[in-house]
Each structure stands twice: as structure tokens, then as C-alpha cells.
């Protein structure tokens, strides 16, 4: 390795180990992140090695960390879900993150319908529809939103 590779490879890491510094990133994020500052493929996968078997960088710990995140925003499963698939995490790491968030998601809804609506009833099936919607933009699953309107 020449003396440029080594400066970039620290370079590189700790331009990650900031990013990691801030919040948790998946790996997807942290090696576009490292691709936007134009470090080589080489690099960023020494990088994103060096850093997993260091446990700097976890998906499984960034995506339980996502998903209490999230539902503390108010939205659902579904939108949450969508989200860490768009970040590069695979379905069973997705599902595991669920699990030791350990969030209620019943409980979630109805507080995310409380504070927007509290305990006024549906004017008429335009405003019903017009919840259901929020509900659904929210990432909440079609049960669950029938659930909370009955």
C-alpha cells in the first residue's frame, strides 16, 4: 500500500467515524456517504470492514434504533419498513430491528389519531376518508386505520 492509499484510508475513516459520531448509519448510507467524497471502492470497503468488525457499524443496531426513532415521529410499520429497505437492509434484519424495538404500534396509532383529531367524530364518509388517508401516509396498515376509525 503506498503512502496515499494509507492517508486516504484515514482519511476515509475518520470522515466514517464522524458520520457515526452524529447517529447510526447503515452501511448502505455510510458507503454512499464515503462514495460522494470520492474515496475509492477499495477504500470505503476497507473502511465499512474495519468499522463492522470493530462493531462501530451495525444494521442490525441501526435499525432498531430507526424504528424507535420513527415511531417516535408517529409513523407506522408499513412506512417505517419501506424506509429501511430503501437504506440497503436486508428483510430479516428489518424484522429483528421490529422485535428489539419493542414498539406498540396499536398504542402508537391511536395517539398519532388523538393528536391530530382528539375525540371529535367523523363528520361524514369525505372526512373519514379523509382520516383514513392520514393514517395511510403515516405508514399505518389498512386493520390497524379500520381499528382506530370504528
Request: net charge positive; charged share 30%; aromatic share 8%.
Amino acid at each position: 500500500m503506498t503512502a496515499i492509499d494509507a492517508d486516504q484510508l484515514a482519511k476515509a475513516k475518520s470522515s466514517a467515524m464522524a458520520s457515526l459520531a452524529m447517529r447510526e448509519h447503515s452501511v448502505l448510507e455510510l458507503q454512499q456517504k464515503l462514495a460522494r467524497k470520492n474515496y475509492t471502492a477499495a477504500v470505503i470497503d476497507q473502511v465499512v470492514t474495519e468499522l463492522q468488525q470493530q462493531n462501530f457499524l451495525s444494521n442490525e443496531r441501526f435499525a432498531e434504533v430507526y424504528w424507535r426513532q420513527r415511531a417516535e415521529k408517529g409513523f407506522g410499520p408499513v412506512k417505517i419498513s419501506l424506509e429501511l429497505q430503501q437504506k440497503g437492509l436486508e428483510e430479516a434484519i428489518i424484522e429483528h430491528g421490529l422485535v428489539a424495538a419493542e414498539v406498540d404500534f396499536e398504542a402508537l396509532i391511536q395517539r398519532v389519531y388523538q393528536k391530530k383529531y382528539h375525540n371529535k367524530p367523523c363528520r361524514d364518509l369525505k372526512d373519514k376518508a379523509r382520516r383514513q388517508g392520514f393514517l395511510f401516509r403515516r405508514g399505518f396498515p389498512a386493520d390497524a386505520i379500520r381499528s382506530v376509525l370504528d
